[in-house]
């Protein structure tokens, strides 16, 4: 994701690392917390589509690394 492209766009997929380092949206977010955090992915969310208001869709998703 990048701002000037993201101003383009109609549905974003992404995770919470890409708002935070490509778009500079940053949420507190504890991914090694071993529970999903929805009040802070619903925060990410809102800033988003505020900063967005061209999207029709945002969606974030918690992976889990493989070992």
Not at 25 to 35: L, R, W
Not at 47 to 56: D, E, M
């Amino acid at each position: 994701m990048c701002p000037y492209f993201i101003k383009y766009a109609d549905i974003v997929v992404g995770n919470e690392e890409d708002c935070q380092k490509s778009l500079g949206i940053k949420v507190d977010v504890d991914v090694e917390a071993g529970k999903l955090q929805t009040e802070r992915y619903r925060e990410l969310t809102d800033r988003v589509l505020n900063l967005y208001p061209n999207f029709w869709y945002s969606a974030y998703f918690a992976g889990r690394r493989r070992n």
